[in-house]
């Protein structure tokens, strides 16, 4: 199984901060990377899938990059409603595995 | 797209743990679309535990394979996870997904507690 590994665990950040939370894979992707949001007591929601493309209905602000075993979701204007946790899974049609989780935290 | 987890939120360690999803607003039956399941725990995080396809295909983590079984039953718009021989260490909150290419939509989640 591919091992994916985010960093930081926690992040501290103001609201207005640009934030990167980075995804690092144990060997290089072939299939897809997604990134999802989860708050206290919910389930996650995606955000971005193919690396790159923003679901639908999310802003503009959440952003995806990268290739191989190096990933990362940008917050370009951290905003009150984005202090949660965050994680990555790389994945095909049907299976996937997942980062551990980004938590995101108010300075 | 709505997806409902179902079950008893307690069971008793070597009992097998049964849960129901049904989905509405969405057909079983649409190409490249997998309906699975994943579990939360504070200590592992997310595992994916399997998927099926509406022809009935299934797909398992090889690390839960012996225990894990999933069916469709695509006139009810529903499918099932049987995970059997629970102990304390499956005690997780469990989500129903629909998995394709553009990512995992997710149930709200059912937390279920092994316990005697």
């Known amino acids: 199984d591919i091992q994916m590994t985010q960093s930081p665990s926690t992040l501290s950040a103001s609201v207005g901060d640009r934030v990167n939370i980075s995804c690092r894979a144990s060997?290089?992707?072939?299939?897809?990377l997604a990134w999802y949001q989860q708050k206290r007591g919910q389930a996650p929601t995606l955000l971005i899938y193919?690396?790159?493309t923003l679901e639908t209905g999310i802003p503009s602000r959440f952003s995806g990059s990268g290739t191989g075993t190096e990933f990362t979701l940008t917050i370009s204007s951290l905003q009150p409603d984005d202090f949660a946790t965050y994680f990555c899974?790389?994945?095909?049609?049907?299976?996937?595995?997942f980062g551990q989780g980004t938590k995101v935290e108010i300075k | 797209l709505r997806l409902q987890e179902s079950g008893p939120r307690l069971v008793k360690p070597s009992e097998t743990l049964s849960l129901i999803c049904t989905v509405s607003?969405?057909?079983?039956?649409?190409?490249?679309?997998?309906w699975g399941w994943i579990r939360q725990t504070p200590g592992k995080g997310l595992e994916w535990l399997g998927s099926?396809?509406?022809?009935?295909?299934?797909y398992y983590s090889p690390s839960l394979q012996s225990r894990v079984t999933l069916s469709i039953e695509k006139s009810r718009s529903q499918f099932s996870l049987n995970l059997t021989s629970v102990t304390a260490e499956d005690t997780a909150a469990y989500f129903c997904?629909?998995?394709?290419?553009?990512?995992?939509?997710w149930g709200q989640g059912t937390l279920v507690t092994v316990s005697s």
């Open positions: 899974q790389q994945y095909n049609s049907y299976s996937g595995t």
């Open positions: 997904t629909r998995q394709f290419y553009g990512g995992v939509v």
């Open positions: 607003g969405g057909s079983l039956s649409r190409s490249g679309h997998y």
């Open positions: 193919k690396t790159f």
């Open positions: 099926i396809y509406f022809t009935g295909a299934t």
């Open positions: 060997q290089p992707i072939t299939t897809w």
